[in-house]
């Protein structure tokens, strides 16, 4: 089955510096990419998708990049701000199920 | 996206005792997913909750210990049986729509003493 590796565990950056999180998959029929980001206390919320037919898609200060070819696909957090800090999830589709990477906490500090 | 609310939003329980947690949708949708989440920890998927039909669980966990209802699109349950402190927990619903985009509930935080 599926299998989502997300790096780094944890990420520190000043306001105004951008953010990179990198996952990995292993299914290569795997087509479906999202991005949820979860404060402390609340519910993971989609922030960003992607799917497999598309190289990058971005949303203002946030963006995705896929790599189909070696199976890795990156959330790119430009111009960060304190209410960035929480944990993202990076997921997978495996047999229509998404699996779940293990987790970025973010710290942004003033 | 659809709105989804889950009850109860926590409880304390006593060993040995079952909880029932409620999922309720605002729109029919077809697939809905019961996750765990232990503090700290990433999202586990518990089972697929499938209407009209048996739940589909996956590997580790079983039916008898979380069995699970989905009588029609918008609503279904788990109940956490036999409860230890190890199933101490948050227990969120997720639904997906047509568009393949999942959403989550606001979770149930379950203490079992």
């Known amino acids: 089955g599926e299998n989502v590796e997300q790096h780094p565990s944890t990420l520190s950056v000043q306001e105004g510096d951008s953010a990179v999180i990198k996952c990995t998959y292993s299914d290569s029929a795997s087509n479906y990419f999202p991005w949820y980001k979860q404060e402390l206390g609340k519910r993971p919320q989609l922030i960003i998708d992607i799917r497999s037919n598309v190289g990058e898609k971005k949303d203002q200060r946030i963006a995705v990049t896929l790599n189909k070819t070696a199976k890795h696909f990156s959330l790119h957090i430009t111009e960060t701000q304190p209410e960035d800090s929480a944990v993202y999830f990076c997921?997978?589709?495996?047999?229509?199920?998404?699996?779940f990477g293990t987790g970025t906490r973010l710290l942004v500090s003033p | 996206s659809a709105v989804i609310s889950q009850k109860p939003s926590r409880d304390i329980c006593q060993r040995g005792t079952s909880l029932t947690i409620q999922c309720q949708v605002d729109s029919q949708v077809t697939m809905m997913f019961w996750y765990r989440q232990q503090p700290g920890q990433s999202l586990t998927l518990i089972a697929t909750?499938?209407?009209?039909?048996?739940?589909?669980?996956e590997s580790g966990f079983v039916i008898d210990k979380f069995p699970i209802s989905r009588p029609n699109l918008t609503f279904s349950t788990l109940t956490v049986s036999n409860m230890s402190p190890e199933d101490s927990s948050i227990y969120l619903c997720?639904?997906?729509?047509?568009?393949?985009?999942?959403?989550f509930g606001p979770g149930t935080r379950l203490t079992v003493t």
């Open positions: 909750a499938n209407q009209g039909s048996e739940a589909t669980y």
């Open positions: 997921a997978g589709t495996g047999f229509q199920k998404l699996v």
């Open positions: 997720s639904v997906r729509d047509s568009s393949y985009e999942q959403y």
